[in-house]
């Protein structure tokens, strides 16, 4: 009895900071750029395929276990469409439970107790608890600040490689930083993993929300197809955080392996929403423009914001969050300065820090989500002026 209730591998993280910054938001009426969900819904054919769906019966019993057949074939068509890459829909592809349950599955599934992996610090929250939870080692290499972006160092990412180290976890376009891995950057992960002969987990989620060059998938590279788990989601793609459909493009051996975790996790999930986010995928080549330039001028509209209050900021080549440094406001703890951001200014906004192993690294930078309306970004921009110095 005496014991604690939440294990050791969990421990570390019984409570998260987005739940004390949506109630700090909620109790002073400020504006939420902490989390990052759109504020509108997405398109209004893609619900209407949702709500037919439902009508017609289709998903509203236990779909198959690997996903439905048309989200399947959808899936394959969209990665050749936009990357030309080559999926078999009936081996190759697997649906899941969003990005989320696709990342936790392919951590239980291809890590031992006592494996390394290797991920760009500061991380997706979920990552460092799904390694803890599958009983791996993490191993971060953080970016760093450079000439207004935050860039990884291969030399690092080299050094970090050990012999116990099973897998690369990568994203790229990179929450919370923004930063997208270049062309040569990829191509040097990928090199490396061939061979150090690593596994590489590599979480795509803001795929379609770039503002330089198209998107490159790592799985493109040479020798990197048949060790590639590639994760992507219909969340941010198509502004349906709430429906949680995601999926896992990988080698049929990859995929029974991610299969044989995720069975047990939710069996199968979201059935009508399947059917939906298969039409989604197919939407003509203006949905995905439209979406990327919508958000470019929503970005630009922060950004600029931001620097008038004084933040020095790194604007962003993909995702929908801005990450800040505060020194220049004269602050340097990013955990008190959110914490007084609603009563200072009415805004919420989270510390990088919860991303960090090393928290004191990460401590003066703040992250602000710009997936908002624009009446609510320019509201923002007024409000975050009256912190200029
Ligand atoms: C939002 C997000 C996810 C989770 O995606 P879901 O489909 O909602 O589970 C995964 N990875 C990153 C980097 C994200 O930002």
New binding site residues.
């Given amino acids: 009895m005496g014991r604690p209730l939440l294990n050791r591998r969990l421990a570390a993280f019984g409570t998260t900071i987005f739940a004390e910054m949506s109630a700090l938001a909620v109790r002073t009426g400020a504006i939420n750029l902490g989390q ?1 969900f759109p504020d509108t819904d997405g398109p209004e054919e893609v619900r209407e395929a949702a709500v037919r769906a439902l009508r017609d019966g289709r998903g509203n019993q236990y779909p198959p276990g690997p996903g439905i057949p048309e989200l399947r074939t959808a899936v394959a068509e969209h990665q050749g469409r936009f990357y030309g890459l080559t999926y078999d829909p009936d081996t190759e592809v697997l649906v899941t439970a ?4 696709a ?1 936790a599955a392919s951590l239980l599934a291809l890590l031992e107790p006592g494996d390394e992996v290797i991920a760009l610090e500061p991380y ?1 929250d ?1 990552y460092a608890a799904c390694i803890a939870m599958a009983g791996g080692t993490r191993v971060p290499v953080t970016l760093r600040p450079h000439e207004g972006a935050f860039r990884l160092d291969l030399d690092e990412l080299r050094a970090a490689v050990t012999d116990r180290t099973r897998l690369i976890l990568l ?1 790229t376009p990179h ?1 919370p930083t923004g930063t997208v891995l270049t062309h040569d950057e990829l191509a040097a992960v990928a090199a490396l993993a061939v061979e150090r002969d690593l596994l590489v987990i590599t ?1 795509e ?2 795929e379609h929300l770039v503002f330089g060059d198209a998107h490159t998938p790592l799985a493109g590279f040479p020798g990197m197809r048949e060790r590639t788990v590639t994760i992507s ?4 793609t198509f502004s349906y ?1 709430g429906w ?1 459909v ?1 999926w896992i493009t990988a080698t049929p051996e990859l995929i029974t392996a991610v299969r044989s975790a995720k069975q047990y996790l939710t069996y199968v999930s979201a059935g009508p929403f399947q059917y939906a986010v298969a039409e989604a995928l197919r939407l003509p080549g203006a949905y995905f423009d439209t979406l990327r330039e919508d958000l470019r001028t929503k970005r630009d509209l922060l950004a600029d914001g931001l620097s008038d209050a004084g933040f020095t900021v790194f604007r962003p080549s993909g ?1 929908y969050f801005i990450t800040t440094d505060i020194r220049p406001l004269g602050e340097s703890d990013g955990f008190a300065f959110c914490r007084s951001l609603p009563e200072r200014c009415g805004i919420v906004a989270v510390p990088n820090a919860v991303f960090y192993d090393h928290q004191a690294q990460g401590a003066p930078f703040v992250r602000f989500a710009f997936c908002k309306r624009e009446d609510v970004l320019k509201d923002a921009a007024a409000r975050l002026k009256s912190l200029a110095p």
């Fill in positions: 990052g969003g990005a989320t349950e990342i997706y979920s994203n929450n979480d989620v803001y989601s219909a969340g941010k955080t949680k995601g995702t």
